[in-house]
């Protein structure tokens, strides 16, 4: 006589009711191999951040502590932090670094007013949408070399000048002209990115907000500065935050080309100097603690603009 089978509570109140019994779980086994497949397609990409990324900046903080050249390394400790910090020519590049800082207002304005008359669709909207665009595809060096030889001494600028009645200005030998100069070059190879950017943004805004504003007599400019500005607040934080970046990192093509950093260091900027220190006076050890202090300097600054642009947007709530 064969014993009748004992079911689980819960599988006999699943037959009593007669409903579908829940799925069964995965084994241990199946989720152990799932962790190991996403290890495996994972390593990859871990391996190259590793090699590409996080090696260097290991390696230049280890050398940010020895004066070294290259081939030899002598343990300074902080030894290259105090004496950049205490260098007046580090003081002489950090103000010239500020001073380049103008151009994010300009290249903002620009952008501005380009996207508000892109998004508008005026009339060839779709020829200077490429137009602005065009010289992001170029590199930096060969937009400094186009400006260094419109503003040479025997260029098409100052033969302008000549021809209507003026004397030709050396503009690359005095820090004043040279910085207009350079500030020129950032800005005609920066608005268009940005303009794009805050093409975007400009794409959330309601139309019939804009439409109401006009059919209320509100011109154009109150609309921008009403309307317009305000609705795309974040991405002009955004575009402001990768401007003052760019700013104190991504000037050494510029300057490489057009100034070599003169006259004297009256053109030198933050990232020339590390490549001088690093590569033209071999002391290494200096160039990598520089880039270190700079590498603070944009983090402190950049949390510094999260804070304010976040403290804004608390008022306007």
């Not at 779980?25 to 951040?49: F, K, M």
């Not at 060839?124 to 503003?151: C, E, I, Q």
């Not at 305000?230 to 991504?250: D, H, Q």
Request: charged share 10%; net charge positive.
């Amino acid at each position: 006589m064969t014993a009748p089978t004992q079911l689980a509570p819960g599988a006999a109140l699943t037959a009593a009711s007669g409903a579908a019994p829940p799925p069964r779980r995965p084994a241990a086994g199946w989720r152990r191999r799932e962790r190991i497949i996403a290890s495996l397609a994972v390593a990859p990409a871990l391996l190259l951040v590793l090699a590409f990324m996080a090696y260097p900046v290991g390696y230049a903080l280890w050398i940010s502590l020895h004066r070294s050249n290259g081939v030899r390394y002598e343990w300074l400790g902080l030894g290259n932090y105090i004496d950049l910090l205490g260098d007046p020519l580090l003081h002489q590049v950090f103000v010239t670094n500020l001073l380049f800082l103008v151009a994010v207002p300009l290249v903002i304005f620009t952008a501005v007013i380009c996207a508000v008359l892109l998004h508008e669709r005026i009339r060839g909207w779709k020829f200077f949408r490429v137009l602005f665009f065009v010289p992001n595809v170029l590199s930096t060096a060969v937009v400094g070399l186009m400006f260094k030889t419109l503003f040479s001494y025997r260029g098409p600028i100052n033969a302008a000048i000549v021809a209507t009645g003026g004397q030709p200005i050396d503009f690359f030998s005095q820090a004043g002209t040279s910085i207009f100069v350079i500030v020129m070059a950032l800005v005609w190879s920066g608005f268009g990115y940005q303009t794009l950017i805050l093409l975007s943004g400009l794409s959330s805004i309601n139309p019939e907000m804009l439409e109401a504003a006009t059919m209320d007599g509100a011109g154009w400019w109150k609309r921008l500065w009403y309307i317009t500005l305000p609705s795309i607040r974040g991405v002009l934080a955004l575009v402001t935050i990768l401007n003052v970046l760019y700013t104190f990192t991504s000037l050494f093509g510029f300057i490489f080309v057009m100034t070599a950093g003169g006259p004297g260091y009256d053109t030198t900027t933050l990232d020339y100097l590390i490549y001088t220190l690093a590569f033209s006076s071999s002391n290494l050890g200096q160039g990598a603690a520089l880039a270190v202090l700079v590498f603070l300097l944009i983090g402190g600054l950049t949390l510094v603009q999260l804070k304010v642009f976040r403290l804004s947007d608390g008022e306007e709530s």
